[in-house]
């Protein structure tokens, strides 16, 4: 077991630790001297964490790859309320010293708990159709392992084991609520949507060791992969509607809502347009939720800037409570449309802080399906 954990930061804050990472990003740069150094991101389960090393480089730059887990002695410090780590020392761990459940973020919740949950939603849908889809995905021994493991993203929400089943069970629940208000739904199509739209997840998605795209994923995208699916399923059940199957064609297509965000189509029936928003909602508020436990130990009454929400946060209950009146390292308005900052000679502030970038947005139409990223994925 890792003694040292990325969680940790407050307690270790500017005092040197030895501990164990997973690479979850490599990047050479050059100093302004054009010698190298190293510019990583490291993650364990708790979370993620920029980190230089500008010192000994030439002897580290082949020494390890990207989703390789290497140890680190190095110095915890914060710049621009962030904590960021400088490296001194590192070597690559063998696969004998690894123990990857230190390096995976995984549900708190209880998994057979979500999964008997969700089976408790299917077994409501009255629709005979749609209800012996999704339990023939459900019942689908390798569909089922990985449903109850993937991620629901790389990084932007629900990026931990069963992220996948813990959104879609929020989500049901969710589509459960909102439809008691709006009876024209067809709730058991909402609830088959919600079930299909992300379930590609689990072949877009590689978490064994890290997080990250498969190459299938690259290519294709998770719509395009459901849709795959999809039509494997149904060949399976006699008699399934031909409308029907449109229908949730539509449901899976458009459920990113806007063609920038990568939906070739927009929502085009109250159902669809209800699981983009409801998707949508759940997606942002479990990245608030995420992001506000990851500077839980910060005393300033605003978090460092959300890249996947595009604004910083405010702790509201410590606000409204006046418990925090400490001003945030910058204001929300200048974090509000963060640039590229150049990168800081190690003499002059060798806590340099972490690189800050954005992930491109999507292209309209079926195109944007083979993009790498999405704002909600």
């Given at each position: ?19 164990s ?18 510019a ?7 979370g ?6 500008w010192?000994?480089?030439?002897e580290?730059l082949?020494?390890?790859?990207q989703?390789?887990c ?30 990857f459940?230190?390096?995976l973020?995984?549900?708190t919740?209880?998994?057979d708990?979500l ?6 939603f ?43 089943l813990?959104h ?10 909102v ?10 199509l ?5 079930f ?9 998605l ?7 795209y ?16 999809l ?23 458009s459920h ?5 965000f ?5 929502p085009m ?5 209800m ?9 942002k ?16 009454a ?8 595009g604004?910083p946060l ?8 006046g ?18 900052e ?28 083979t993009?790498n ?5």
């Amino acid at each position: 077991m890792k003694d040292f954990y990325i969680c940790d930061c407050l307690k270790f804050e500017n005092k040197v630790v030895t501990s164990s990472f997973i690479v979850a990003a490599k990047q050479v740069k050059p100093k302004k001297s054009g010698e190298p150094y190293l510019a990583l991101t490291l993650a364990d389960r708790s979370g993620q964490i920029e980190a230089k090393m500008w010192d000994n480089v030439s002897e580290a730059l082949d020494a390890f790859e990207q989703d390789d887990c290497i140890k680190v002695k190095g110095l915890v410090n914060r710049y621009k309320n962030h904590f960021q780590f400088t490296i001194h020392k590192l070597r690559k761990l063998a696969e004998s010293e690894v123990d990857f459940a230190d390096y995976l973020p995984k549900t708190t919740k209880d998994i057979d708990q979500l999964w008997q949950t969700l089976a408790g939603f299917v077994a409501t849908i009255a629709n005979p159709h749609l209800r012996a889809l999704i339990e023939a995905f459900m019942s689908d021994a390798e569909i089922a392992a990985a449903y109850r493991t993937a991620p629901a993203a790389k990084t932007l929400h629900h990026a931990y084991i069963g992220g996948l089943l813990d959104h879609v069970v929020s989500l049901f629940r969710s589509c459960d609520l909102v439809c008691r208000n709006y009876p024209q739904v067809d709730r058991d199509l909402l609830l088959a949507g919600a079930f299909l739209h992300d379930i590609g997840k689990i072949h877009e998605l590689a978490y064994s060791r890290a997080f990250a795209y498969t190459t299938r994923g690259q290519l294709l995208g998770h719509m395009i992969i459901e849709l795959e699916m999809l039509q494997g399923k149904i060949a399976s059940l006699p008699g399934f509607p031909a409308n029907l199957k449109t229908a949730l064609e539509h449901l899976i297509i458009s459920h990113h809502g806007e063609y920038e965000f990568g939906s070739p189509k927009l929502p085009m029936f109250p159902e669809a347009l209800m699981l983009h928003y409801l998707d949508d909602l759940d997606s942002k508020m479990e990245s608030m939720r995420a992001h506000f436990e990851r500077e839980a130990g910060l005393d300033s009454a605003w978090t460092g800037y959300n890249p996947s929400l595009g604004r910083p946060l405010l702790k509201i209950g410590q606000f409204v409570a006046g418990t925090s009146e400490k001003p945030a390292a910058s204001s929300p308005a200048a974090e509000a449309a963060p640039a590229e900052e150049p990168e800081p000679e190690p003499s002059s502030r060798p806590d340099a802080g972490p690189d800050r970038g954005s992930e491109s947005q999507m292209a309209a139409g079926v195109a944007a399906l083979t993009a790498n990223a999405s704002p909600r994925r």
